[in-house]
């Protein structure tokens, strides 16, 4: 299928350096990074969908496509938890450091040459206005132009026509959801196309944090990457998520993550001096891009697919990976169809990758992509 420049809603930027790791994808930014697009697309009154997947996010997504979808579409993904830095730098990865969502506001809030307007939706019944007014109570670069707190009701309950127009008509800059994880990405979803205001993430805990009804672990926690054990102290009820996250960040290293980080250190002499990716881009009498692929398609040689990629995504839905010539791929190369994956779908179409060895399907399913070839 042919889509047209008015068909497109949303655009997906192919230029983002993107890595999966566990099945989801993650942008290599550290916090400056991130705090530069935000302010960037406050000024340009640009959307951006912020994702924060922390270890629950990627054992949730592993078994509900929904929720991951919700990731796959976002604008940023940042990795909200140690676990996913310690899996980047197991795979040798640019993914240096946590980029949580609590750090993230609290950089926000004081960064005086950037001011920046709030508005917080979900939480206990309170905890919204109180957050609000400690903000506004603030001698801060943050101010809060209002909040709602819409109780535990479905998504289409928190979506009305009034709840939608006081967003946007609050002049907010910064949507804060924190409605729980799945949820929240949901209802961003839902509503996405219809809120003005142009930064949106969930940050669950974040309004807790500043109404002061929870503390943020003392920073040598965080640093050790044992906020976790704080979480559960304040709020005694988390015990059985973080056992349960526990026990399959366990079952990913040992199944998946180290037999892949080991194999890439004993195959790593095959692939060295191989740094070239040639592509073929057909278009085929269903009017899909096939697109064939020989080489390596990794970190290094990606960029003409991605360009490639770039170019065509803009007028067509329907894609086609050849894989039959590649020899070598790598989480780059997955981050990359993950995004044009969500593309696809978005835009009721497909992303199809065909002709896959043995050896690469493996590496698919090490990083917890088979989604993009079982689909």
């Not at 705090?35 to 000024?43: C, K, P, Y």
């Not at 310690?86 to 040798?92: E, I, N, Q, S």
Request: charged share 20%; glycine share 6%.
């Amino acid at each position: 299928m042919k889509l047209t420049n008015a068909a497109m809603s949303r655009l997906f930027n192919f230029d983002r350096n993107l890595y999966l790791i566990a099945g989801l994808p993650f942008d290599a930014l550290d916090l400056n990074d991130v705090v530069r697009i935000i302010h960037d697309s406050a000024e340009r009154n640009r959307s951006c969908f912020i994702s924060t997947p922390n270890l629950n996010f990627i054992v949730s997504c592993l078994s509900d496509a929904s929720f991951r979808s919700s990731v796959l579409s976002s604008d940023l993904s940042i990795p909200d938890g140690k676990p996913v830095v310690w899996l980047a730098k197991l795979l040798k990865l640019p993914i240096k450091e946590r980029v949580s969502g609590a750090n993230l506001f609290e950089q926000l809030e004081s960064n005086q040459d950037k001011k920046i307007k709030v508005y917080f939706f979900g939480g206990l019944e309170g905890i919204a206005q109180l957050a609000c007014q400690k903000i506004n109570d603030r001698n801060s670069a943050m101010s809060c132009s209002g909040y709602e707190s819409p109780g535990f009701g479905s998504i289409e309950a928190m979506s009305s026509d009034s709840s939608i127009n006081a967003i946007n008509e609050s002049g907010a800059d910064f949507l804060v959801v924190s409605l729980g994880a799945k949820k929240g990405q949901a209802w961003i979803e839902h509503n996405r196309n219809r809120i003005k205001t142009p930064i949106m993430c969930h940050l669950g805990a974040v309004i807790n944090f500043v109404a002061g009804n929870v503390n943020r672990a003392p920073l040598f926690l965080q640093n050790l990457g044992f906020e976790w054990l704080w979480r559960i102290y304040q709020e005694p009820n988390l015990w059985k998520r973080y056992f349960n996250d526990g026990l399959h960040f366990l079952s990913l290293l040992t199944t998946k993550a180290v037999p892949y980080a080991l194999w890439l250190r004993f195959q790593q002499k095959q692939f060295s001096g191989k740094n070239e990716l040639n592509l073929n881009v057909t278009e085929s009498a269903d009017q899909s891009i096939h697109i064939t692929l020989s080489g390596v398609c990794t970190d290094e040689t990606i960029l003409p697919l991605k360009q490639a990629i770039k170019k065509l995504a803009p007028f067509n839905n329907h894609f086609i990976l050849d894989l039959n010539n590649v020899i070598h791929i790598d989480p780059a190369f997955l981050g990359t169809c993950s995004l044009l994956y969500a593309h696809c779908h978005c835009y009721g179409g497909k992303l199809q990758i065909t002709n896959i060895n043995n050896i690469t399907r493996r590496i698919f399913k090490w990083n917890c992509a088979d989604f993009l070839i079982d689909d």
